[in-house]
T-cell receptor
């Protein structure tokens, strides 16, 4: 099956700093990538959708200037949390689909645990 | 996007069959029903999807009645490793994004 990786798997940063999370599709071309956030004991919340070579589409309530998404190639998307604060501490998960992937099947990465101190 | 409702939690024992029902009263003609599984601190994993009647794969079965207003995920002979959160989603083939509901937290005990 298709594999999606994330790096790092966990990160601790100080308040006010920026953190970059990478999402890679290892064995397929990801024309579309998605970024989710999940707080403890809660469901996944979609943050944004990015198509390769285009600007990301953010969900309502998600600050695009705070969560910078870049999808510069067909195998890599990055999420940068700028000026992180403790309330940004969460589990960030990416998913990807390729041109042949059906709409209802996405491949998810293992997630990145962000802790802001 | 059709809203889904499923039980918040379920308990079972090893070796039993588990059926998780999801209601989606406002499902549209172009919508598919999809189930994902998520273990703690991991990304979700696609389990099964269907449009109508019954679908079976190596992991689970999905039963969808004729009116498609509900669906049931059936896990045969669960083991401890099936303890996870199971999400029912309704996905329109014309849209890209998945909207996750609350999910069902399944606990399998020895």
């Amino acid at each position: 099956g298709a594999v999606v990786s994330q790096h790092p798997s966990w990160v601790i940063c100080k308040s006010g700093t920026s953190v970059k999370i990478e999402c890679r599709s290892l064995d397929f071309q990801a024309t579309t990538m998605f970024w989710y956030r999940q707080f403890p004991k809660q469901s996944l919340m979609l943050m944004a959708t990015s198509n390769e070579g285009s600007k990301a589409t953010y969900e309502q309530g998600v600050e695009k200037d705070k969560f910078l998404i870049n999808h510069a190639s067909l195998t890599l998307s990055t999420l940068t949390v700028t000026s992180a604060h403790p309330e940004d501490s969460s589990f960030y998960i990416c998913s990807a689909r390729g041109p042949e992937t059906s709409a209802h099947e996405q491949y998810f990465g293992p997630g990145t645990r962000l802790t802001v101190t | 996007l059709a809203k889904t409702t499923q039980p918040i939690s379920m308990d079972s024992y090893e070796g039993q069959e588990v059926n998780i029902t999801c209601s989606h009263n406002n499902i549209a003609t172009n919508d598919y029903i999809t189930w994902y599984q998520q273990f703690p601190s991991q990304g979700p994993r696609f389990i099964i999807q269907g449009y109508k009647t019954k679908v079976t794969n190596e992991v689970a079965s999905l039963f969808i009645p004729a009116d498609r207003k509900s669906s049931t995920l059936s896990l045969p002979r669960v083991s401890l490793s099936d303890t996870a959160v199971y999400y029912c989603l309704v996905v329109n083939t014309g849209f890209q994004k998945l909207v996750f509901g609350t999910g069902t937290r399944l606990l399998v005990s020895p």
